[in-house]
Every structure is written in structure tokens, then in C-alpha cells.
């Protein structure tokens, strides 16, 4: 191949080409944006419904099921989940990764919409609301306490002042007041008064909607002047309702105040935020959709000072949470790893050169391939996050090789005695094709990654393309800049200073023991025939010991703590056990600073979150605290509680990471006691340290059987039961009032000591046909039975969820492969199972790259084959990489670290690697027989004694290169060392089985090449 001469002839040409590489590639930093992951979404789209009044078997009846069917006519859900509870109808569509949110969005919108007239008319409207991922993806969380002003004023100050200007902030989607007490007009009635002024509970209903009524009344004008009417029909305070008139007899006036006591309360009194033990109220970040989270991160903290210095006084405001610091940490991380890798192979390159000169060739391509690749991610509309930087680290290694081997090229024949020019020409012209081989063989290996959809295709094919990206500027460097520079810089002379001459030695000395030793293994080649065979039948085995899981578990500095209690439990009940909580929390050396959200999804739930101390400052990880934390709280009874670590992949909430969802048509009885059955053989296993059901039929409830006989006699409608129950029951909007330009609810309930216990319902009264007030009793019975605590569906089937969190040295895969065999064993007949949340991720992302391993390795078998015009040499080239992959697999197999998508990432790379050995091998002995007519065998032996410098080479630098992986710490660490343990270990073995299988597979397989010319004419025909 000539055309390298035209660069070594023509310098300004070549550098000219570098020049505009660089130039483009800083051109394109200043547009490309900084997260930590590629945008991964896993959307979905959320329909609420609320039915005030309704039990859970009415709602699923006559609201979730009717919407069900419609909401699953729409394309692109994965799967639904639904569940029924009291007054509330929830369903949400899980979309596949990657489909148009806003088109599902519109399409499920459309089709409840034209379900809504079949709902009963009494429910709310549904509510459909998008999100990008489990659990919100909450970025940032504020804390506003006080000392002076209650939670209610906290609150009306957040939502008037603080939440407005948040949203505002560029990139913020969502800013959320959590555990905020919202004002409202609270109207404590006292049953017994009531009776005793011969009112009902829809008396005092009627009257306040008539007496507290919002007005439009017009205007009023003449030929030339108009005049708007403001009558004052809304009651506006406290002392307002107390007058309000209920009742007239004759002088005799029954007011409000007489049978209530009104205050300016809460909405409820059911959630409460604390924060490090102070009572606080939260304000939620979550980034939108396309946003960059560094960005909205720098945008919030610019934003607070100027928030706090306007705070009322006596409140503080602090961020709690920043989940943009772990993504900081990480990103600091990686390019500190990436200065230190290139620091490492320039080093690495000096001890095997030897000669300054010689090392400028390789070390300009670092940073020439690494700028270069800006301008194709920005033109392939990536990001810089951790997994393209993560590829930049590796492209280290990478992109060295190339001109690594064009300069020991070139060199060798300085010492053979031509001038730098012309060794240059002839140099280059030999090592172009090879060049370009494995070029184009390490950007095909990734090239089938293009192709995968949900997570895994997401998260890697910026990785994967960026990598190759890199590979093919480094490629186009080494055939154009390379060349010219060593016609230039390189020198005969340079070999004789003591130190090179010394390296010469060394490796001339390392050059004739190799070549002895291939000699005695071509003499024996059945044995290594054996031995090759015997180490990939080994695979199979190291495969299935080594542990599987989605990804590794990171430290993000974190602990997330969730509990429950029992169903009927009040949030005093909560309270009373989280102190207990928050004091064991407080007593890990670890703990930087804690919250808790009590009432979260009912009143008997919490969520708390435990922020450890800076990594530095710590000798455990979050794992560890993390399973100190579960046994220390198995001692608080009160509550089931569990700790677990944040999923270090994106688009996954803190949930459990076994989700086991049975499914069927039997009744909610048979899937408990079917659920029951899977949790107590789970925890039996001792493979799980927490093992639950999440349907269980701990829900007490008073059913209240209705005497319609009676009822009717006494002239009393059901329905006016049903509205009575529920004004002094629920916390039920009877009208708003307005105070200061903000609109709040007035609610009606009874006072707290009349619905303590169901006996209480002998004091409510209700008003007969003939006007008179008999008590409850008169016409409802009372019957006390446990329902389930919520009814759940799963892809319109009756579900129960069973969640586990693995025992410690418990990987994923081996928890799920429990389930997948004994789980799956416990189903009766017409049952079905299937998993949600993170082993949903793991059984269908598992296992991908592998599948792409093989597909890759049958697309580079191609590309070598048309390549070299041939089959036989691919698989010459290609035999070593099982082999390396066997050498990769031992220290996974060990317990370094478990087969999850990075180190699947690591095995693909390890294809493109090992083949570029097998490839200078193979090429430059074919080479040996046109020129030279030498057999295969002696032809083979050449080629790999005169490579075997560059091949040592590559492999210190790809090997030493990574070695910061393996030694990485801190935020997103485990992700970089279960590659760098693929890569190191791999690359080592695949040298040593390259050096000495990949000739006796040549000996064996290689086709004959006829000699084409005397060596003295080739070479004046390379100089002409």
C-alpha cells in the first residue's frame, strides 16, 4: 500500500490532517453536555383516579379494570401494574425503554378519555401524569425547619415564594414540596351537639356550600361610566365560619361555632418530614427529561443563597440530598484515572523504546485521538459521562497500538541499515494493510451494540462507538502523521545510547528464548492442540461459577431505609417507632446526617435516607453499613423494616431488587396463601436476609351492613347514609375560601375522640322522612373481617408480588435462579410468573452482551476473511480469544467480581484486542512465504519472533494502561474494576496463548503463499 508515501513525502499534508482533527474535536467540547449516564428513560405513564368513599373491591370493579383494557390498547407498554385501594384507583403503563413518551402519553390520554363516561359519576376525573423513571429520579431534596413558624407556614411560604422560583430554574422539571402541611379551614363538628340541636351531618354540609360560595356578579353601568360588583359571598377567616348560621327557629339561631370548633389547621396530619431529628418540610428537585443534572445542580446551589438570605426569621433552608455530588465524584474520578493511564502507557512506552524520540511518535496520538473523538460524539448526538470517559480510559491502550507498531516497524529497519526516509516508505507500506486490519476489526467488534434496544443498547452504544470512534482517528493518525514523523524524528544513532542498548539486548535475548521455545512447541503440536481444547471446554464451567448480576453495586455515599407497619396503624404509631430508627441511625460511626419521611404512602410507611461520611473519612462501605444497619434494625418489632443501597444503574428506584410478581384469574385468597408459600421457602433458602409478600390480609375493617327494610320505612335514602359517614369521616373539600389571593379547602370532620373506635357510630344521627334524628344504629349493623390491603393487578391479572434482598456474597442472579427453579415449582396450575423492577432489568438485559459476543465474533471472522481473502487465517487470528476469554473468566470465577454488563463490555473488548495480536502474526507470515518461499512453519516462527517486541508492547500498555481500574475507589469504582479485571487478566493470558497457540493453528491451517519476487527486488521496487 503507497499511499503512506504521500504523507512521509508531503509533512505539511500530514500535519494539516492532525491540526483539523483537533481543531474540530475542541470545537465540539464546547457543545457537548456533562451527566453521568446517557440519557436512559424508562418512562411511564401514571393514571390516578379518585373515588372519595369507595372500597377497594368498588374501585377495581367499576374504575381500574374498565380503564385497564383501554390504557392496554395503546402501543408501546411493556407491562402494566394496577393497584385498588380505598377511595384510590392507580395504573401505571411501563413503556419500552426507548419508545416516544409524549406519543404514549397522547395515546393513553385519548383512550381514558373516552372511557370516562363509564366511571361512576361521583369519581374525580383520572389523572394522567408522565415520569421518566422508577421512583422520579428525585435529584435534589431541600430542607426548610423553623423553630417559630409551624409546618402550615412553612408550607404556604414554600408553595407561595420558594416553589415558584425553583421552577423557574433552567433544566428543573419538577420542584415538589414533600411532607408539607397545606392550610385549610378545619371544622371539628361535635356529633352529640349536633343531635342535640336536631341537625345532621348534611344540614351543616348545605349550609356551608350556600354561605361560602364564590361570586361573579358583573358590573353595572350607565352611558358613561361602569362600576364591577365585588359582593363578599367567601368567608374569609376562622371567626367567619364560627357565625355562620345553621339553623333559625324563631329568635332561637343554631351557628356553626355552637355545634364546632374551627380552626385554621392542615389539610391532614397524617405525613411528616424530619431532618437530623428536627421537624422539617421538603422541597423535591427532579431534573427534566433532556437536562443536564450537573447543570440543574449548579443552577439550584446558585439559586439558594439568595432563597435563604429572603427566609422568614427563625427558618433555615439547606440541601439534605445532592445526588448531583455522587455524579460529580464519579466524573473527577474517571478523569483522574484517565491522566493516569496516560501518564502510565507514555512510561510504559519509554521502558520498551528506550528512545525520546522514538516515544513522541506514539504519545502525540494519545491526545490526538482522544480530542479527534469529540467531533464524531458530538456528531453522533452523544454526551461526556462515565461510560465515554470510561472509554477514553481504555482508548488509551488502544490508540497507542497502531503507531506503536509503526514506529518498532520503521525502526527495525533503520537498524537494518536504510535511511530514516526510506525506512519510513518501506515501513509503513508493510504495516499499512495490517494497520488497517485491526483497525477496522476492533470498530466492528462494537459495531453489533448499534443494533441492541432497552438498557444495555442505551448505556453502551455510546461507549461502544465512542471507543471505536477513538480507534479509527488513532488509525488514521498512525497512517498519516506517524509515518512522517518518524522519517523525521527517528535516528540510527539513537539505538546506541546505553539505555537502548541495553532494551536492544534484553529483548534480543527474550527474542532468541521465545524463538527456542516456539520451536519445541511447533515440534510437539498435538499436545497443544490438547491443551487449547481442554481450556475451552473449561469455559463452559468457569461460565456457569461465575456469579451473575445486572451491574455491580456502587458506594454512592448512601443508605435508604423504608418501613411499614401494621395496616391499621396511625402515623403516631410511625412516629413513635422511626425515633427508634433515627437513634440506631445516629449511632453509626458513619453517619454524616439523616431524614425521614413518615407517611410517605400511608400513614403506617416511611422513607428515609442516611447520608454517609465522605469516602476518605470512612473505613466501611455503604454496602457494609448497609448490612450492619439491617441487623441492628431487626430489633425494632414495631415495624417491618428494610436498608438497602441505591441500584448504580439508571432508571431504577431504591426498591427491593427481587420483585417476584404471581399472576392469575384464582381469587386474592389463593395468590396469599400461594405468595405465603414462595416468602417462608424463600427465607428458608438462607439465601435472603429479607424475604416478604406484599399482599397480605392484615386490613381490618368494620363492614356495615345497611337494614334497606328499615332504611325505607324510615324514609332514610342509602345514599344519605353514605353521605354522612363520609362528611364526618373523610377529610372531605366541602367549599374553599380565599385568603390572601391563595384558594384553601374547608373540611368538615368529626372531632379526633368521636372516631377513635367503631363504636362511635351509635353517636352519629340521621334525619328520617318525618324530620326526626334516629341514631345509626337504627338501620346499620356492624361486621369486623380482614381484607387484603390492597388489590393489585399485573397485565390485567390478579397479582402478589413477593419481594427478597440477598443474603451477603448472595449475587442476583443466584437469588433470581432460586425463584426462576423453586419459585416457579410453588405455582399452581393456570398461575404465572413474572418480575418488576430491578430483576425485571436483569432478565432481560442479563444476559444481551453475551449474545453480541458471539455475534461479534462472527462479524469480525468476516471482516478478517475479506480482509486477508481467506478463511483459513481468521480463524488462525481468532483462536486465541476463547483462550483469552478463559483467562478473564478465572478471577471472575474467584470472586473478584461478578458477570454483569461491564464486564461482558470488558469480554467484547477482548475480541478486538487478542485479534490484533493474531493478526501482526499471521500477516507478516504470509509475507515470509511470498517473499522469502518459506513453509508455514519456519514462515510462522519469523513472523512471531520478529512481532513479538510490538506484541509485548500493545499488551504493556493496554495492560498497564487499566491497571488504575483495578485499583479505582470511590463513586462509580466497581464499575471500572470489573472491567479493568476482564481486560487485565484476559490480555495477559491472550498474549501468552497468542504467542504460542496462534503459530501451531498457522502450522496447521495456513494456506500456501507463493513466492512473489527476490527480497533485494521488493525492496528497490519500495525505494523507487
Known sequence: MNFTDTFIRRPVLATVVSLLIVFLGLRAFDSLSLREYPEVTYPVINVTTVYPGANAELIQGFITRPLERAIAKAEGIDYIVAHSEDGLSRISAHLQPGFDVDAAFADISGKVEEERRTLPRDAEAPVVQKETGAGGNVLMFLSFSSEVLTPQQITDYLDRVVQPLLSTVKGVGEARIDG?????????????????????????????????????????????????????????????????????????????????????????????????GRVAVFVGINAAITANPLEVGRNVHAMMPDIVSQLPEGMRGEVVFDGTKTIRESIDEVVKTLVEASLIVILIIFLFLGSLRSVIVPVVTIPLSLIGVLSLMLWMGFSVNLLTLLAMVLAIGLVVDDAIVVVENIQRHIEEGLEPLAAALVGAREIAFPVIVMTLTLAAVYAPIGFLGGLTGKLFIEFAFTLAGAVIVSGVVALTLSPMMCSRLLRAESSSSPFVALLDRNFEALKLRYRRLLERTLANRPVVLVFAAAIFVSLFFLFRAVPQELAPQEDTGHVYVVGSGPLNSTIEHTLAFVEQ???????????????????????????????????????????????DLTTRLAGVSGLRINAFNMPSIPGASPDLPIKFVVSGTGSYELLFQVAQDIERKARESGLFVYAESELRFDKPEVRLDIDRDKAAQLGIDVAAIGSTLSTFLNENESSRLSLDSRSYEVILQLEREYRLSADMLDTYYLRTGSGELVPLSAVVSQARENRPNKLTEFQQLNSATVGALMAPGVSLGQGIAWFEETGRSLLPAGFRADYVGQSRQFMTEGNVLLFTFLFSFVLIFLVLAAQFESFSDPLTVLVSVPLSVCGALVPLALGMATMNIYTQVGLLTLIGLISKHGILIVDFANRQQEIRDAGAVDAVIEAASVRLRPILMTTAAMVFGVMPLLFASGAGAQARVSIGIVITFGMLVGTLFTLFVVPVIYSYVARRHVRMVDDQVVRKRDLS
Open 180 to 276: 408539607g402541611s397545606t392550610f385549610a379551614m378545619r371544622v371539628w363538628l361535635d356529633p352529640a351537639r349536633l343531635a342535640a340541636f336536631g341537625l345532621s351531618a348534611a344540614d351543616v354540609e348545605q349550609a356551608v356550600a350556600r354561605n361560602n360560595v364564590q361570586s361573579a356578579a358583573g358590573n353595572i353601568r350607565s352611558d358613561y361610566v361602569q362600576f364591577y360588583l365585588n359582593p363578599q359571598t367567601v368567608i374569609r377567616d376562622a371567626e367567619g365560619f364560627r357565625r355562620l348560621v345553621l339553623k333559625r327557629d324563631g329568635d332561637s339561631v343554631v351557628r356553626l361555632g355552637d355545634v364546632a370548633r374551627v380552626e385554621m389547621g392542615a389539610e391532614n396530619y397524617d405525613s411528616r418530614v424530619s431532618h437530623d
Open 581 to 627: 430508627v433515627e437513634q440506631i441511625v445516629e449511632q453509626l460511626p458513619e453517619t454524616a446526617q439523616h431524614f425521614f419521611v413518615n407517611g410517605a404512602m400511608g400513614t403506617n410507611t416511611f422513607f428515609g435516607m442516611v447520608e454517609l461520611e465522605p469516602f476518605e473519612e470512612r473505613e466501611r462501605g455503604a454496602q457494609e453499613v448497609q448490612s
